[in-house]
């Protein structure tokens, strides 16, 4: 498993975000960031790699791509069932990865809420 610098790839994303037709905001989290396009997370990022969450067809067609491979945060964890983490090359096309990243929030928003535990 490619370990990265979240940091170096939270600088990349925000260079897409900023082409984005919507708000993303990021929030850090453990050795990571989050990303929420209009409050909803879309994206995972780690040491583990920029993690785009999608469903259905559009995973397993993610997962076709070269080098793209299930997330995995930190070496020994388990893979993620949602997040595609896509290779260099791939983080490194612009409208490619757009692309990818629009389907992912609109995947997020459409998703229904999420009940959340009381304390």
Known sequence: MPLYDPHQLLTRFEELAAQMPFV????????????????????????????VKLTGDDHGRALGRAGARRLRHLEGQPESRTYVAFSDDDIGDDDLMIEWLILAARLAQSAPPTRTRRR
């Open 24 to 51: 993303v905001t990021t929030r850090r989290m453990m050795s990571g960031y989050m990303a929420y396009a209009d409050g909803k997370v879309f994206v995972s990022i780690s040491r583990g790699g920029l993690g």
